[in-house]
């Protein structure tokens, strides 16, 4: 009974409050009392009563104090932690803004586009004249590309009537490449790679006629890096720059796919990654055609989504001139109404333009080329045209000035037993109301 009662008084001093210690002394003193009067096994079983409630509200104490440090602090609880889809739409939603301050300005007419979706897997692209090398159709992150598979090297150009005069005084050249950034993609042959497009020009009897060399390169080590050499108009001497590209940098390069586009106007070049002008060359030669070699480890694809037009009238002088304004520069995902982020920079011009026309109304229509049917294609058209409104809205447009109509491919404007003429149907027409 007394080693009992020590072992009590012991715990009593290092783990127990001082509420507890007085009971315990209590504990004590009618221990003592009830020994006197041989009830000692009462006493005993009072006092192990009595020290499981202390020890319990010890107990309780100090998870309460656990569980209170646990708990997320007001600001966390006002921000929970953002899923997956979540940091999806962020990411799309920061791209679509970048793209929004962009000064690049798409061609009006496409005179040649591809997006390789249509094409059969280990099949020669159908669109494509190969110079050099080996390619072929192969598919990376869920989409259908040019691969090349003679150790990585190839040389291709876009299959025209005239290979040699395509391109005019006025046009623009958009692709996507795929940038690796993890060290098992790098070993599985998705880094270190060069796409070098090449601008041409007959007259020029040097170099094959080029004139002009635009190097994008994604590195091993991660990143990537563009440089070029661009011939002035007398011929002789090269404009010439570099320019680093990073993940954590002010430049918008990103792990997948990344948008390059390129415009030439008279003589002003310039080039883009991702909405962000990279190039600036004020005077240049001017180019007649085109074609892209790549080399390296990339054994998957080197480019996907190609589209090459000319033209850059105002939006403007267009609606003045013909009531409305086609556009093939707003695209979507393939198969739905997700507007790409690229496509942001259209939708801004048209913003800009009934802003500064404040009773400009439009009726926008969706039209698809005759690919698929029309169970598909008339609800696919109406959505997207309904999203296009939608993103006019966010610019601070009234809903009230649009009107949504999906028009499936009932209105081509060229003939849908060609490429070329099913890439012109695939557009967006703003129709003044």
């Known amino acids: 009974m007394k080693k009992l009662l020590i072992i009590f008084a012991a715990l ?26 041989k009830v000692g096994e009462k006493v005993e079983e009072e006092v192990n009563n009595a020290f499981d409630k202390v020890f319990n509200r010890q107990k309780d104490k100090e998870q309460s104090e656990e569980a209170e ?44 586009e591809d997006t390789f979706e249509h094409e059969q897997l280990g099949e020669f692209p159908s669109q494509w004249d190969l110079m050099d090398g080996y390619a072929e159709v192969g598919e990376v992150d869920g989409r259908k590309v040019i691969a090349f598979t003679d150790d990585g090297y190839g040389m291709v150009q876009p299959l025209m009537k005239d290979q040699q005069h395509f391109l005019g005084d006025v046009f623009t050249i958009e692709y996507d490449v795929y940038v690796a950034n ?41 990143g990537a890096s563009i440089n070029w050499e661009f ?23 990103v792990e997948g796919w990344n948008h390059l586009a390129f415009s030439f106007n008279k003589r002003a070049f310039k080039g883009y990654v991702n909405g962000l002008r990279v190039i600036n060359i004020p005077n240049g030669k001017v180019a007649s055609h085109f074609w892209i070699e790549h080399s390296g480890a990339f054994k998957y694809g080197c480019i996907s989504n190609v589209r090459v037009a000319k033209g850059a009238v105002p939006l403007y002088d267009r609606l003045m001139n013909d009531g409305k304004i086609i556009t093939y520069a707003i695209t979507f995902e393939t198969g739905k109404a997700d507007i790409k982020p690229e496509s942001m920079v259209e939708i801004n011009r048209i ?3 009934m802003q500064e ?33 939608a993103a006019l809205v966010d610019q601070g447009i009234a809903g009230a000035r649009l009107t949504a109509v999906g028009k499936g491919s009932h209105e081509p404007i060229a003939s849908n037993s060609t490429d070329e003429g099913r890439a012109k149907n695939r557009r967006v027409e703003f129709v003044k109301k």
Do not use: M
């Open 12 to 37: 009593a001093f290092v783990c127990a409050p001082v509420e507890a210690q007085n009971i315990l002394n209590r504990i004590g003193n009618r221990a003592r009392n009830a020994a006197e009067n």
């Open 69 to 112: 440090e646990a708990k997320p602090s007001k600001q966390q609880a006002e921000k929970p932690a953002e899923k997956p889809q979540q940091q999806e739409v962020k990411a799309k939603k920061q791209a679509q803004t970048a793209y929004a301050k962009s000064d690049f300005v798409p061609g009006d007419e496409i005179i040649f």
């Open 182 to 222: 993890d060290t098992e993609e790098v070993e599985d042959g998705l880094g270190e790679q060069s796409i070098l497009l090449t601008l041409g020009n007959p007259d020029i009897e040097n170099h094959n006629g080029a004139i002009a060399w635009i190097t994008f390169w994604n590195r091993a080590d991660g």
């Open 231 to 253: 011939q002035k108009p007398n011929g002789g001497d090269y404009t010439t720059g570099d320019k680093n590209l990073g993940f954590d940098t002010d430049t918008p390069l």
């Open 351 to 353: 913003a800009k333009l």
């Open 357 to 389: 026309n404040p009773g400009l109304e439009f009726e926008v229509q969706g039209h698809c080329d005759a690919t698929g049917s029309d169970k598909v294609n008339d609800p696919l058209s109406q959505k997207r045209a309904e999203a296009i409104v």
